[in-house]
């Protein structure tokens, strides 16, 4: 199946510093979702990008579908950006099948 | 307010017990998932159906059985036969726009013990 690898791991930062968080992914997708999921598990989505570039306030992610990764970048990041962020992936001609990467977990600091 | 209603938030079970979660989503999605997730891991797919009366085994169907009687419900049993069933399990709703899947929406979840 395909492989979906997320980089870095953990990360730990102070609040107001900038972050770049990848999502390397192993074959042709159609789907691409990035998630945070806060310290009490609820998850949300954050971005569905399968392709191109998006901004929420100080959020924005791009896909380059054709070189198979996606990075999320949080600018002036504050205590409340804690937690894991995922990215998900849906194969190429597969339905509804999204695959989850292994998250980076991330600790913003005062 | 449209959303994911998992029921129980926490749940207690001895080993041999079979279990039932429910799942109810009023945002009129035509499909549903079950993710389980370990501490420090990612989800894992459990079941999916993208209509009802038809859902299809994930990566990790073994020892889970689900049912789709009705569209908004969605409800996972976690049987005898799961060898480590403790975990935390997620419920997600999408709509289809044919035969893509569009943006997911998640539950609260809920997280078993077995004792």
């Known amino acids: 199946g395909i492989q979906v690898e997320q980089s870095p791991p953990d990360l730990i930062l102070q609040e107001g510093a900038n972050s770049t968080l990848r999502c390397n992914f192993s074959d042709s997708v159609n789907n691409l979702q990035w998630f945070h999921q806060n310290p009490w598990g609820q998850l949300i989505n954050l971005f569905y990008i399968p392709s191109g570039t998006k901004q929420n306030g100080r959020l924005s992610a791009t896909t380059v579908a054709t070189e198979r990764y996606s990075l999320l970048y949080i600018s002036s990041s504050q205590t409340t950006d804690s937690g894991v962020y995922f990215c998900?992936?849906?194969?190429?001609?597969?339905?509804?099948?999204?695959?989850f990467g292994t998250g980076t977990r991330l600790q913003v600091t005062l | 307010d449209g959303g994911i209603t998992q029921s129980p938030k926490y749940l207690f079970r001895k080993e041999g017990q079979n279990v039932t979660l429910s799942c109810e989503q009023n945002?009129?999605?035509?499909?549903m998932y079950w993710y389980r997730q370990d501490p420090g891991q990612g989800l894992r797919l459990i079941y999916y159906?993208?209509?009802?009366?038809?859902?299809q085994k994930g990566d990790i169907a073994e020892g889970y059985s689900v049912s789709r009687e009705k569209k908004e419900s969605f409800p996972l049993t976690v049987t005898s036969a799961q060898k480590n069933p403790t975990a935390f399990y997620l419920c997600a709703s999408s709509a289809q726009d044919g035969f893509l899947t569009s943006v997911l929406t998640f539950g609260a979840g809920s997280r078993l013990t077995v004792l």
């Open positions: 998900a992936v849906t194969l190429t001609g597969t339905a509804s099948k999204l695959t």
């Open positions: 159906s993208q209509i009802v009366n038809d859902f």
């Open positions: 945002l009129n999605h035509d499909a």
